[in-house]
């Protein structure tokens, strides 16, 4: 088993590099091997080392061959091991009156004590276990014995490459123990050790390892914001005077919460270092005014500006709000979407190059077409959840990371100001964690004359009471969105197409006015069905997910989705926030699917329990894990191993002062911190 070249294979297998990587390879769980448990004293449940003599053999042919194996130990105590499948061949080497050592979980059975496939051995006279038996995380094919004798032997070869590198008085005060001793630990755990602890991973050893996983995390990201604080950017004044006029034009006052942000925005743009902020923001917040508010300060100082948003849908929207709020300003606008005209685009983009102040606004897939735009100021970033963690982490220095495209100035060395919106906010502690390189502002209130929205779960088999309910909503004169998950029936998945529903739907309800929108269609008819929606020229609209993010029609009140089971809490929630955004009372019904899975009736619940935008992140962290909120899981950057975001939370506190006092005094540790844990200074690749 332990052939010479066993190590490059375990490495190989498991995508590490070298033996010292290794040793960071820590266990899942652990056995005990290191005592025998008597069969007198057995418990149920208790996952014991025993051994006995074996007092009988005995095939028994219920519905399947069983094996049963009775063990006896002294005159009176027995145990039976039992096999509900086996060979043949293992019988040969077994005989009554022979000595043997089974290891597994005690449960009760009919005649008994029993272990169902147990562990077996011969060699009884092998000493036992000296600490606890690791259990290491393999991949198929790879036997965990084989990870395990390499993970021990490389710890034991290479413990000196993994001393301490805090300073001996910080550790005292933080009453951890020293990183070779706890990895030590948790490698090799003494008998008496606490194996729940270790199990949950809340001892001291685990707290340490995590910690410093955390500070080197901390560490990487820190550096990438220090090194933006390098780069130059264009000092924007406040644009006082424009910013009145606009809000002496609009139809609503901004929040307080609103205001404090655009304040906030607007300091940052004035430095000249590039901002890098992300404002966060539950759906329905009002960003798009904040975002409009910052752009003023390049507009009114001569500078384009561009604002992408994920789709077309959208782009289009912003801009109409943009034309309705600016152009009485004198602000010209320029829409950039897939489906501008050959001509109109190349127009369009000659426009660009003159470098002028226009707000610019596109999807990100035309801006990535290398749209020049000199002197642009600042990139407003909409929905940028949508762009997944990889765009973000990868920061690049020329151009402003999502809009890297841009060609942003002849003066190459001026960056512009960035601006992202996200619409799911994140948990405090996965900011601090994953946005360490950003300055984070939230809005916290929604504006003030809005209602609750009432979310209802409803099973499939009352889908008719909802039509009834669209009816008379639609009937009110309020608009109803239906989103169905799928637009062409699939065998596999059986989702009710949208093509059904919607042809379903116009024949019930007429003669209300029913629409069908996906994502299929082309832009234009996307957006003249938008247009009429927005127009009140539409009840019903039938949509895919393509009105996930961002589309606002206040006067929509009623939101249906189909088949809620198959979206995700976050999708739901977005969804959610199309209605309630007007001064009228709306409801959210989730039509669901019987039977629902664990966790899909986690993410119903969760949905009808909580409207705040935070608490739902919260519980969709609880639900999935950390990776697969941020996207990251298909981003490359990596995650965090033994941390956890939800849990470590005084951890993650603890690990950015220590990495702030590293960078600060100690650069030398700061290094070696990332050199160890590789993953982290691949982190660093990407700037
Ligand atoms: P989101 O944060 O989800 O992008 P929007 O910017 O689309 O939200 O704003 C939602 C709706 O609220 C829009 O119709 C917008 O005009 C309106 N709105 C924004 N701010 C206020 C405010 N302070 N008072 C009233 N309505 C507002
Ligand atoms: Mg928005």
Redesign the pocket.
């Given at each position: 088993m332990n052939t010479p070249n066993g190590l490059s294979e375990v490495l190989q297998a498991l995508k590490l590099e070298s033996a010292q990587e290794l040793c960071l390879h820590l266990p899942l769980r652990y056995e005990d091997k290191t005592r025998l448990v008597p069969l007198a004293a057995l418990r149920e449940g208790d996952k014991v080392l025993v051994e006995g003599e074996v007092f009988s053999i005995e095939v028994a042919q219920q519905r399947r061959k069983q094996l049963k194996i009775l063990l006896r130990e002294g005159a009176t105590s027995f145990l039976i091991l039992r096999w509900l499948n086996f060979r043949a061949s293992w019988l040969s080497g077994i005989t009554k009156g022979q000595r043997l050592r089974a290891y597994g979980v005690v449960r009760r059975g009919h005649d008994g004590f029993e272990i169902v496939h147990p562990t077996l051995s011969t060699q009884i006279t092998k000493p036992l276990e000296l600490s606890l038996t690791p259990i290491y995380s393999t991949v198929e094919k790879m036997p965990e014995a084989r990870v395990r004798y390499w993970v021990l032997k490389s710890w034991s070869q290479y413990k000196a490459s993994w001393s301490e590198l805090l300073p001996a008085s910080w550790l005292e005060r933080l009453n951890m123990p020293a990183l070779p001793d706890a990895l030590g630990y948790l490698h090799q755990p003494p008998p008496d050790a606490l194996t729940d602890k270790l199990q949950d991973r809340t001892d001291s050893a685990w707290q340490r390892i995590k910690l410093d996983e955390l500070i080197a995390q901390h560490i990487a990201l820190k550096r990438l914001a220090l090194e933006r604080k390098t780069l130059q950017a264009i000092s924007l004044a406040h644009p006082q005077e424009l910013a009145g006029a606009l809000l002496a034009a609009l139809p609503?006052?901004?929040?307080a919460g609103?205001q404090s942000v655009v304040e906030t925005l607007w300091s940052d743009l004035a430095k000249d270092q590039p901002m890098h902020c992300l404002l966060q923001?539950d759906?329905?917040?009002?960003?798009?005014?904040v975002a409009i508010m910052a752009a003023l300060s390049a507009l009114a100082a001569g500078y384009p500006v561009a604002f992408m948003a994920p789709t077309d849908i959208l782009a289009t929207q912003i801009a109409e709000k943009a034309k309705c709020w600016l152009e009485p300003l004198g602000i010209k606008i320029i829409l950039l979407t897939g489906s501008l005209g050959v001509k109109a685009k190349r127009e369009a983009l000659q426009k660009a190059a003159l470098g002028e102040a226009i707000f610019w606004i596109g999807t990100h897939a035309l801006f990535q077409e290398k749209v020049h735009v000199p002197r642009l100021a600042l990139v407003i970033i909409d929905e940028q959840h949508r762009f997944g963690v990889q765009q973000r982490l990868a920061l690049k220095h020329k151009g402003g990371e999502v809009g890297e495209e841009i060609v942003a100035s002849e003066i190459s060395t001026l960056q512009p100001h960035t601006l992202m919106m996200s619409?799911t906010p994140i948990p405090r502690t996965l900011a601090m964690s994953y946005y360490a390189d950003l300055d984070v502002v939230t809005l916290t209130e929604r504006?003030a004359?809005r209602q609750p929205i009432t979310t209802c779960r409803v099973a499939m088999d009352r889908r008719h009471e909802v039509i009834d309910k669209v009816r008379r909503t639609a009937e009110a004169g309020q608009q109803i969105f239906w989103v169905c998950p799928l637009i062409e029936a699939s065998e596999v998945l059986d989702l009710q197409a949208a093509q059904d529903t919607y042809e379903e739907l116009a024949a019930v309800l007429a003669p209300l006015r029913v629409s069908l929108l996906h994502g299929r269609m082309s832009g234009a008819e996307k957006s003249s069905i938008m247009e009429r929606m927005r127009a009140g020229e539409v009840d019903i609209l039938i949509a895919t997910t393509v009105i996930e993010v961002?589309i606002?029609i206040?006067n929509a009140t009623l939101m249906v989705i189909e088949h809620a089971e198959r979206f995700g809490l976050a999708q739901l929630h977005q969804l959610r926030?199309r209605v309630g955004?007007g001064s009228l009372p709306s409801t959210c019904v989730l039509l669901y699917a019987n039977p629902l899975s664990q966790s899909a009736k986690a993410r119903l619940a969760a949905l009808h329990d909580h409207d705040d935008g935070f608490e739902i992140a919260r519980q969709d962290l609880k639900i999935r894990g950390p990776g697969e909120l941020l996207g990251a899981r298909q981003s490359g950057v990596p995650m965090l191993r033994y941390a956890d975001l939800t849990e470590d939370i005084e951890l993650i506190e603890i690990a950015s002062k220590i990495a702030n006092r590293l960078l600060k005094d100690h650069s030398d540790i700061a290094d070696k911190y990332l050199e160890r844990w590789v993953g982290w200074r691949s982190v660093l690749a990407y700037a």
């Open positions: 609503f006052q901004l929040t609103q923001g759906v329905g917040s009002g960003k798009t005014i619409a504006p004359q961002g606002d206040p926030g955004r």
